[in-house]
């Protein structure tokens, strides 16, 4: 069974400053797809970003992306120029390369990202 | 981005009741999943559902679950004898491509078990 770990609990960063959160999973599957959902305190689930492990580039989407590293099974999201709309909870997502099959994702337990003023 | 409607918003139920939770996307899609969340804690996926039938369902999905598309546009999540340890937000989550996992999830069900 894929699992995915996230080892930061709780991370602080100054705003307008870069921050790194991490991600490791575990999978003997070569293709696949990585996630990164921002929850804030509405409790909403929101899509950040997506990386397909057969693509080599890491994916960007403005100020946030990621650090892809197969071999090491490691899958960072880089947030860059902090702000205070940041501040939420961060989950690292797994999914099966589906080819027409419906699977469920499988997350992390999560990181708490603390924007300070 | 696909917007996906949960109702209601907040269910709150006393111990042994049924509940019926609704997901409605506002487009026609084919993957419906849904997930919970109990408060603290990671997002656990409980079932997916494809082409009118369930496609996967984890060990917490059992026979006190189930789910239906009954009018072909609300996908629907029953809990038949709730516990107090069913209270958590439930989110339902829809696909819009056939090969690609792109997951997009509704504001969620805060479910209150008394």
């Known amino acids: 069974a894929q699992t995915v770990t996230q080892s930061q609990p709780e991370m602080s960063v100054q705003e307008a400053e870069t921050v790194t959160l991490s991600c490791t999973y575990d999978?003997?599957?070569?293709?696949?797809?990585l996630f990164w959902y921002k929850q804030p305190p509405s409790r909403q689930m929101i899509l950040v970003i997506r990386?397909?492990?057969?693509?080599?580039q890491n994916a960007t989407e403005n100020r946030f992306s990621v650090n892809f590293q197969k071999a090491a099974k490691s899958f960072s999201l880089k947030i860059s120029d902090s702000q205070l709309g940041d501040a939420a909870m961060y989950f690292c997502a797994y999914s099966m390369y589906s080819g027409g099959g419906a699977d469920g994702l499988t997350f992390g337990k999560g990181t708490h990202l603390i924007i300070q003023p | 981005e696909p917007e996906v409607t949960q109702t209601p918003s907040h269910q709150v139920t006393q111990m042994g009741q049924e509940v019926i939770l609704r997901c409605v996307p506002i487009s026609n899609h084919l993957y419906f999943y849904w997930y919970r969340q109990i408060l603290g804690q990671k997002v656990e996926f409980l079932v997916s559902?494809?082409?009118?039938?369930?496609?996967?369902k984890s060990e917490i999905f059992d026979d006190q679950f189930s789910v239906e598309r009954p009018d072909g546009s609300n996908f629907t999540l029953k809990i038949r004898s709730t516990k107090l340890e069913d209270s958590a937000m439930y989110f339902c989550?829809?696909?819009?491509?056939?090969?690609?996992?792109?997951?997009?999830f509704g504001a969620g069900t805060r479910l209150s078990v008394l």
């Open positions: 989550a829809i696909r819009v491509a056939e090969t690609k996992n792109i997951q997009y």
């Open positions: 999978t003997s599957e070569s293709d696949y797809y």
């Open positions: 990386q397909e492990a057969y693509k080599q």
């Open positions: 559902f494809y082409n009118n039938e369930i496609s996967e």
